[in-house]
């Protein structure tokens, strides 16, 4: 493994069903984050976690949870997908949650498709 | 929070230089970022502002104001492969990113 992995890499469920997208990263980052990218809206946060044991709530965390169990593993949780969260799930991890250049980086992305 | 505004889309000649901007209103300034996005892949980190001025990284420079609440990227010597999507995104005083719609840059032969 080489920075930030994402699965599934795309998803088609059905509405109401649970679904539980994964994120792994290896560079020992304590930050990590879920964004949602829609087109015109761009990225927007979801859920943010500052280092493991730790999560809070970004700008549009309804039907979803997270959990941070350890440094490595960030999964995202829609308990009863709706059709509104069909979308493209972006996973991201930073060395910390402070400032300077502290870059995010990306993982690849799970296209998911509610219907 | 944050409002964060950018062009939809640009074009531009193979060669030549397109600028970017992005203004922003913001409830706490912590740093601006440039991200570029080809399609259907991850955004890739460019740039980092956190003081007034260019900071310069080969082809690409990127600009701040913060009392203007404003930002530009300059791509020069524009090629093929630079074609892609620009984020603006501004760090706020918890830390956290907020992204600009992005900016789609359509470079022609």
């Known amino acids: 493994i080489a920075g930030i992995t994402q699965a599934p890499t795309s998803q088609i469920l059905a509405a109401g069903r649970r679904m539980t997208l994964r994120c792994t990263q290896d560079m020992r980052h304590n930050a990590m984050y879920w964004y949602r990218q829609d087109l015109g809206l761009g990225l927007r946060l979801i859920h943010y976690?500052?280092?493991?044991?730790?999560?809070g709530k970004g700008e549009v965390p309804d039907g979803y949870s997270v959990s941070r169990a350890n440094t490595d593993d960030f999964p995202l949780t829609l308990a009863s997908a709706v059709p509104s969260q069909t979308s493209v799930y972006f996973c991201?991890?930073?060395?910390?949650?402070?400032?300077?250049?502290?870059?995010?980086?990306f993982g690849p992305g799970t296209r998911l498709t509610v219907l | 929070g944050q409002n964060i505004d950018q062009p939809t889309e640009m074009t531009a000649t193979e060669g030549a230089i397109v600028q970017i901007n992005c203004t922003y209103q913001t409830s706490g300034f912590n740093g601006l970022f440039w991200y570029q996005q080809h399609a259907g892949e991850a955004p890739t980190f460019l740039s980092y502002?956190?003081?007034?001025g260019l900071e310069e990284k080969g082809r690409f420079s990127s600009f701040l104001s913060r009392s203007k609440g404003y930002s530009y990227l300059l791509l020069k010597e524009l090629q093929m492969k630079d074609s892609a999507s620009y984020l603006c995104?501004?760090?706020?005083?918890?830390?956290?990113?907020?992204f600009g719609a992005g900016t789609t840059v359509t470079v022609r032969a």
């Open positions: 991201a991890s930073s060395d910390s949650a402070g400032d300077g250049a502290d870059t995010q980086y």
């Open positions: 502002n956190v003081l007034d």
């Open positions: 995104a501004v760090r706020d005083s918890d830390y956290k990113l907020s």
């Open positions: 976690s500052n280092t493991a044991g730790t999560t």
